[in-house]
């Protein structure tokens, strides 16, 4: 075991920084989005090994100069993160002398020594605790939201009444989540853009446009749990360990009448983990779960941040050729091809057999700002006219493809398309990040209970009621605009103060 332990520990330092930061953000990456980071990084690792062996001709020596550049390596946009919050004007050139210079010198040193055993057997060890440390945090994490998913479907008999009597004829069902998609008014007073030809589009289509409509929280994991479950996150035992939205009280509710369900990748998966019947994916999954071939996905791009990357990312100039758009295009080619592909797909779902519930998270108008209304890719980093770009894209796009749902459709379906927060940026007020589009598409019973200020807590409560002679009663819609779980407090209710037009 000690003899293994110092033929790999280089691997072991190339793990960690892959781990530590997803403890970072546990909440929004589950663990399939970090292997191909591990892979990457285990085949940089093993080719400098390899590399500094021939030149070397010192496995010991070679593990050395391998582990320190993978340290640097992995350290350099950290370190250049902090740098910069505390010397006013720092720059990269300074960090980067500095790296160079501990580079050479180290590295000369420790080719100097004769007796470089013990170093060694030191950086194994410390390599193993490290490791043992992030890899505790992550397994501790998924164990217990393991717990949580567990418990959550036990206790879903506790709110159901339903069963398999009912009719065979059930329709398709769609929650179309359209990040961070903000309320007309809004719109119309904040960003100056007229969107009645969306709404109004989708009105003379048959859907109620909810037109003062709220979110009743400001955070997509807390909002997608809230519609997800038909219920305040407040009435959870352990609101910072949220069960997986596969044991969401919908999802489970909706497999035991016989739905399948169908999910859409995405690059920001750990948003919400249904664990889908069917996974529809642009790209060949490994083991239906890894995308092996894509572009990087949300955790992969901030990953890339955190290294030595992070020089070429600010200074692109360095690389002959290299322009900041041709990184930026790199960075969000997979987001810009995955929001093109959902659109595509989701016209072939009324095709498929049984009774579908089809979850499609899209990341539009959320940042980045990469959509031309045409479609094309358009980067900005002007915050205003790239959410209203980003907003008659999706506009443009998605309408066609509701409409073709709805004419491919034997039986008329369910659909949602809901903001799951409002709008982003420094300037924006409470009110303006609580309030979303949010319109639905149901049948005339179904319509008449739904009204102006309905938040998405409600979504579900409607639908089961009317479709499927439930009675869960209505609860009142309140907005929390708060970021962490002990904010849950009357100081932190947003007053809906829409009136509708």
């Known amino acids: 075991m000690k003899k293994v332990l110092l033929n790999i520990y280089p691997l072991l330092f190339a793990a960690y920084p892959v781990f530590a930061l997803r403890n970072q953000n546990l909440v929004y990456v589950n663990i399939n989005a970090i292997i191909r980071s591990l892979l990457i990084s285990f085949l940089i690792t093993a080719i400098l090994l390899l590399l500094f062996k021939l030149i070397i001709k010192d496995w010991n020596k070679a593990r050395l100069i391998a582990t320190l550049i993978i340290t640097l390596l992995f350290s350099y946009g950290h370190i250049y993160m902090q740098f910069e919050q505390l010397f006013e004007g720092f720059r990269h050139r300074y960090l980067a002398i500095i790296y ?6 180290l590295s000369a040193s420790l080719l100097r020594l004769q007796n470089i055993q013990p170093i060694n057997q030191f950086l194994a060890n410390f390599s193993l605790i490290l490791l043992i440390l992030a890899l505790g945090q992550s397994l501790i994490y998924d164990l217990s939201l393991y717990k949580t998913a567990a418990k959550a479907e036990n206790e879903l008999h506790d709110r159901t009444a339903f069963t398999n009597q009912l009719s065979a004829d059930l329709p398709d069902i769609y929650l179309i989540i359209l990040d961070g998609y903000t309320r007309a008014d809004v719109l119309k007073d904040e960003y100056d ?3 009645s030809d969306f709404t109004g589009n989708l009105s003379e289509l048959g859907f109620y446009v909810a037109e003062c409509s709220q979110s009743n929280y400001p955070i997509t994991k807390y909002s997608l749990s809230s519609v997800m479950n038909a219920d305040y996150l407040q009435n959870y035992s352990n609101i910072e360990m949220l069960p997986p939205l596969k044991s969401s009280f919908v999802n489970q509710t909706l497999q035991k009448l016989g739905y399948t369900t169908i999910a859409f990748e995405n690059s920001a998966t750990g948003h919400f983990d249904l664990l889908e019947d069917i996974h529809i994916s642009r790209n060949q999954q490994a083991l239906g779960l890894v995308d092996l071939a894509g572009g990087p996905n949300e955790f992969e791009a901030e990953l890339l941040k955190t290294t030595l990357f992070k020089l ?14 041709d990184i930026q295009q790199a960075e969000h080619n997979e987001h810009y091809r995955q929001t093109l592909f959902i659109l595509d797909e989701l016209e072939n779902i009324p095709q498929m057999s049984g009774q579908n519930f089809v979850f499609a998270h899209i990341l539009v108008p959320h940042p980045p700002y990469i959509f031309a209304p045409s ?4 980067w900005t980093d002007n915050k205003r006219s790239g959410y209203i770009s980003n907003v008659e894209f999706i506009n443009a796009h998605l309408f066609p493809v509701i409409k073709t749902i709805i004419e491919k459709s034997d039986i008329h379906p369910i659909i949602i398309i809901q903001g799951d927060h409002g709008a982003f940026g420094s300037a924006i007020t409470p009110q303006m990040r609580l309030s979303i589009l949010n319109a639905y598409y149901l049948n005339t019973e179904s319509k008449a ?3 102006s200020t309905i938040t998405p807590v409600n979504s579900f409560r409607i639908i089961f009621n009317h479709y499927f002679d439930s009675d869960f009663p209505l609860l009142d819609d309140i907005s929390y605009f708060m970021n962490k779980p002990d ?5 932190n209710i947003i007053k809906n103060n829409c009136t509708s037009p």
């Open 193 to 195: 853009f007229d969107n």
């Open 487 to 491: 904010q849950f407090t009357q100081d």
């Open 100 to 105: 160079l210079l501990t580079l050479i010198l």
């Open 449 to 451: 209970a739904l009204y």
């Open 312 to 325: 070429f990312y600010d200074m692109p100039q360095l690389i002959p050729g290299l322009t900041l758009t």
């Open 375 to 378: 479609g094309k890719f358009q």
